[in-house]
């Protein structure tokens, strides 16, 4: 049984490790403060277990990273040496404290730099694969577009990192898109942007991408 340490108590977290639970993983979630995640855990069932950001870091084989942006160096600090050698699906995206301009969310990160390469120069053992970012959390799992399967776009530096990531995301109901290294982040986190306007704009948050190909 494949185990997967989830970082994250937020609204992605919850979605995560409870889609990891319906598909016969075994989740712990971390967080700085356990006790806050009794609640969820207490009715999420024996497979479920939380801990601090580095019990949960070194019970996953492979881990996904689900915090605050402006947070993730720091979480992937307290995360510390286990993630090394590990697989991590990075969901993040680098939201500014800014509020959003004209439905454009701010991003504290700038052309040519991205979050998830500055989590691979902090953590340079982990195997960092950007996923799950441009969509939102209510699609996140077996999502259902009228029979389409929409298409999350990956990107990292290891092969088998994205291999892992590719067929963890086909259990979970996504076609995949390999979209280079992790040169490649910044472009992926952008489509975060994208993928809110409407919802910013005017309300409407229920869609994701779907690249199209001859
Ligand atoms: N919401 C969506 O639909 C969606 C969709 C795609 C991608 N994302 C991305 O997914 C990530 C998670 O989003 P979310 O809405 O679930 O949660 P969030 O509110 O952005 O983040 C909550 C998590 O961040 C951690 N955190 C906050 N400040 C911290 C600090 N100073 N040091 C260490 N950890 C800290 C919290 O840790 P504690 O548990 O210790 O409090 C908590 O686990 C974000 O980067 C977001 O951009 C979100």
Redesign the pocket.
């Known amino acids: 049984m494949k185990k997967i340490g989830v970082?994250?108590?937020?609204?992605?977290?919850t979605t995560l490790a409870d889609g990891f639970l319906k598909h016969g993983y075994e989740v712990m979630r971390g967080?700085?403060?356990p006790s806050?995640l009794a609640g969820w855990k207490s009715g999420a069932g024996p497979k479920a277990s939380t801990g601090t950001f580095s019990d949960a870091a070194r019970f996953g084989d492979v881990i996904a990273l689900?915090?605050?942006?402006t947070?993730?160096e720091?979480?992937v600090d307290?995360a510390g040496s286990a993630l090394a050698g590990k697989t991590v699906l990075d969901?993040?995206?680098p939201?500014a404290e800014a509020p959003p301009k004209n439905g454009v969310l701010q991003y504290f990160t700038s052309q040519g730099d991205s979050l998830m390469e500055r989590l691979q120069k902090r953590a340079p053992a982990a195997k960092f694969v950007k996923a799950?970012?441009c969509?939102?959390?209510a699609f996140m799992i077996d999502p259902s577009f009228g029979g389409v399967k929409p298409t999350m776009f990956i990107c990292g530096d290891d092969p088998q990192a994205k291999a892992e990531a590719t067929a963890i995301l086909a259990e979970l109901g996504w076609e995949t898109e390999d979209m280079g290294s992790a040169a490649s982040a910044g472009v992926i986190e952008q489509l975060?942007i994208l993928w809110c306007l409407p919802g910013l704009l005017h309300g409407k948050w229920a869609h994701a991408f779907k690249l199209l190909k001859k």
């Open positions: 970082l994250g108590s937020g609204v992605v977290g967080t700085r403060d806050k689900a915090v605050k942006g947070a993730a720091s979480a307290l969901t993040t995206n939201i799950f970012s969509v939102g959390s975060c």
